[in-house]
Every structure is written in structure tokens, then in C-alpha cells.
């Protein structure tokens, strides 16, 4: 079965720069979620977008951006990176926001921050 | 605000015993609760899920138990095999709102000795 899809895998950009995460979710689901990850920390939610509106936010910096677009993948801008932005950063899509439906995680996108 | 405290952070099982790893939930809207697994550098896999309808739920070796009222679930394990070795999560979530997001535990690190 298709799973959800990230780009790239790895990702390494020096401070100040800007990143932009791709995530192409299973098909026919309509919900998209952007988690970080840090070293032996459990994923931190960031943001959400359902039927490519958004429908959740976390701790997301404001340095950081996100949308949905028609076909339904979702990418994440990260600009004036910092050290600290290092980490795995999880897609996970569902099939329908607000009915409990299971979120299934992307293999990540690992991102160093030099 | 929405917090998942889950016991121990780290569980050393022999082989052939069983593993449970427990969770609290403090909003009290929380109606469905998934629990991931996760190797290292990999993906949060979701191995079970159960919503808040049910009280308890089986699927081969592993199974999960929800008490409502006192906000707690648990994650067992039995007859663990080597291949069980991972970060476990639980989580909570509250569809049926905006905050669609997934609240994670702080993980158990689970070790299966041969």
C-alpha cells in the first residue's frame, strides 16, 4: 500500500539559510500534519491543514510556514535557520479531520543545521 | 494545557516475559488514544489504537487498556521477542474539535534481553 511520502531525506543548510520540506500524503487523504523531532525527544506537533486550510497549530516558530496545495501535498518553508531547527521533521497524513482517524507518519526529512 | 505523561521511560524485559507501559491524560476531552513504535532514525509506527468508547482492545501479542475515568491506558506486550526493542509513544487526541493534533508521551525506551 502507498505510503506518505517526504523530500528530501536529508537536508543540510548552514544558519540564516532556508529549507523547504515536500510531503506527499497517502492517497485520498485530505489532512496533513508537521511534527519536529529532536534527539530522544518525543515529536512535537507544528501544524495542520485539512482540505488545504489550517486547521491546527502547534509551536511552530513564526520563522516557519506551511500550506496545503490542490493536490493535497503540503510543504513546509523554514526560513533564518537556527541551530536548534535541527531535527527529524514527520509528515503524517489521515484520511478525515475530527474522526479519530489514524495519523500515519512519512519516513522524515533529517535536517542539519550548520 | 493537554499533557501525556507516560511510565517507565525505560522497560528491560527478559525474552518470552511481558512489557506494560502506562499513560496518564489530563484533558478530559480525549477520545482516542494511539500508541506508536518507533526504531531508531525510523518513523513513528502505529501498532494499536483505541477510542474512547472501549475499554480494552487485543491484537495478537499486544494490546491496550483504557480506564476514562481515572485517564490512564496502557500499552502490554507479551511474550516479547527481540524484534520488540524500540521507542514506544503513547498519545491522545481530541477530534471533533480544532485541536486535531496527536499529544505525545515522552516514549519508553524498551529493551528485549535474549
Known amino acids: 500500500a502507498a505510503g506518505v511520502i517526504q523530500s528530501p531525506r536529508h537536508l543540510i543548510k548552514e544558519k540564516r539559510e532556508t529549507a523547504t520540506l515536500k510531503c506527499y500524503p497517502i492517497?485520498?487523504?485530505?489532512?496533513v500534519y508537521w511534527y519536529q523531532q529532536g534527539p530522544g525527544q518525543d515529536p512535537q506537533f507544528l501544524i495542520s491543514?485539512?482540505?488545504?486550510?489550517?486547521?491546527d497549530k502547534g509551536s511552530i516558530p513564526d520563522r516557519f510556514s506551511a500550506q496545503q496545495f490542490s493536490d493535497y501535498h503540503s510543504e513546509l518553508n523554514m526560513s533564518s535557520l537556527e541551530l536548534g531547527d535541527s531535527a527529524l521533521y514527520f509528515c503524517?497524513?489521515?484520511?478525515?479531520?475530527?474522526?479519530?482517524?489514524?495519523?500515519?507518519f512519512g519516513p522524515g526529512t533529517r535536517l542539519t543545521v550548520l | 494545557g493537554e499533557n501525556v505523561e507516560q511510565h517507565p521511560s525505560t522497560l528491560s524485559v527478559q525474552e518470552g516475559d511481558s512489557a506494560v507501559i502506562k499513560c496518564t491524560y489530563s484533558?478530559?476531552?480525549?477520545?482516542?488514544f494511539p500508541w506508536y513504535k518507533q526504531e531508531l532514525g525510523k518513523r513513528p509506527q502505529l501498532i494499536i489504537d483505541?477510542?474512547?468508547?472501549?475499554g480494552e482492545k487485543k491484537d495478537q501479542r499486544i494490546a491496550v487498556t483504557l480506564n476514562k475515568t481515572a485517564k490512564h491506558f496502557s500499552l502490554h506486550i507479551t511474550e516479547t521477542q527481540p524484534e520488540d526493542s524500540a521507542v514506544y509513544f503513547c498519545?491522545?487526541?481530541?477530534?471533533?474539535?480544532?485541536?486535531?493534533?496527536?499529544?505525545f508521551g515522552s516514549g519508553t525506551r524498551l529493551s528485549i534481553r535474549p
Open positions: 491543514f485539512y482540505e488545504k486550510m489550517q486547521s
Open positions: 483505541i477510542r474512547s468508547n472501549v
Open positions: 492517497p485520498r487523504h485530505d489532512t
Open positions: 498519545a491522545a487526541s481530541r477530534p471533533y474539535s480544532s485541536a486535531s493534533k496527536i499529544i
Open positions: 503524517a497524513s489521515s484520511l478525515e479531520v475530527g474522526a479519530s482517524d489514524p495519523q500515519y
Open positions: 484533558d478530559s476531552a480525549s477520545n482516542y
